[in-house]
């Protein structure tokens, strides 16, 4: 069994396999067994794959199953004791991952973690997708150290420091094996988009501890799977954003968040329409809340398990108990570390 197994999961994605996974090779083949799972490619991901053979090895999957369920299918046919998840659009460095073996070494109640991430394109910049570290609110709208929204800060050394967060990005996502097979892994059916919030939180609600170890740091291109501007991202983010909602929410919680969620949730919808004249996004959301109401009851026995067997409660599942859309839209609050302190 490997100490470390490094799992890439490539889906036509060639030109970044070819750009960045050489710095993975050099910077992590002495710690870590590397695998690129390939999730049913139709480029020629597989025979750029065979010239970085033997330092590389490839798991291949029979189709598209998605983030979740591919790496569920890949990591089935690994053994180690930490995976580390790892998007094909990122840049490691050197040592990279020293610290987060470490730190994982040393806290044994921590299930996982994650470097700080920056931009590919601009290094002194957080990078969107996982900053230093993400939370969600107390309804559900995910933020980071680093990145509220679309405003993404400069990483001027403000986060350096290690911290306890509620989510560790799918990104770069350090996990012990033994707390992934745990809870059952990424939740398959969300075939991408929160679905590592929604496995944290699951963790988190066991008593596991979930960190950010800025001490590693790695660049990240972001969106190359699913542009921003792609309706279906917005389609995935609102149905499996209500659907997490649902499984990890304490039960005196649920029903007033999921109301409020329906009016802001349409809300959001007739805005993007209304001030941005963008249809696709406008019907993506209504999909969305269409398509959580149907596949609910899939999800009833997921939320009996959780809620039974859940050992803390709900002020120390580490959410954070703000409101994070009156901070940013009303009081103007754009950075992380003004939503805990006064102007």
Known sequence: MDKIALVILNWNGRKML??????????????????????GSTD????????????????LLSKNYGFAEGYNQALRQVEAEYYVLLNSDVEVTAHWLDPLV????????????????????????????GAAGGFIDRYGYP?????????????????????????????CL?????????????????FAHNEEIDLCWRLRLLGRRVACVPASEVYHVGGGTLPKENPMKTFYNFRNNLTMLYKNLPAD????????????????????????????????????????????????????????????DACHDGRSHIFLLYHYYIRGRKYYFELYHSH
């Open 143 to 171: 933020f980071c150290r680093g990145r509220i929204f679309d405003v993404v800060e400069t990483d001027s050394g403000q986060y350096d420091t290690s911290a306890d967060i509620l989510w560790a990005t799918g990104a």
């Open 44 to 59: 020629d991901s597989i025979s750029l794959l065979e010239a970085f053979s033997p330092d590389v090895k490839t798991i």
């Open 102 to 129: 470490d730190y994982m070494e040393e806290h044994n109640d921590v299930a996982a973690c994650q470097p700080k991430l920056l931009a590919v394109h601009d290094k002194g910049r957080f990078e969107y997708a």
């Open 253 to 312: 919680e649920l029903p007033k968040v999921m109301i409020l969620r329906w009016f802001l949730d349409y809300l959001a919808a007739w805005q993007t329409l209304i001030l941005n004249r963008n249809w696709k996004d406008f019907l993506a959301i209504y999909r969305a809340r269409r398509a959580f109401r149907r596949w609910l009851p899939q999800f009833r026995e997921d939320r009996q398990r959780i809620q039974g067997s859940r050992v803390v």
């Open 174 to 190: 350090m996990i012990r094996s033994q707390d992934y097979w745990a809870v059952g892994g990424l939740d398959g059916r969300f």
């Open 18 to 39: 070819e750009r960045y996974l050489p710095s993975v090779i050099e910077y992590s083949r002495q710690e870590a067994a590397v695998y690129v799972a390939d999730n």
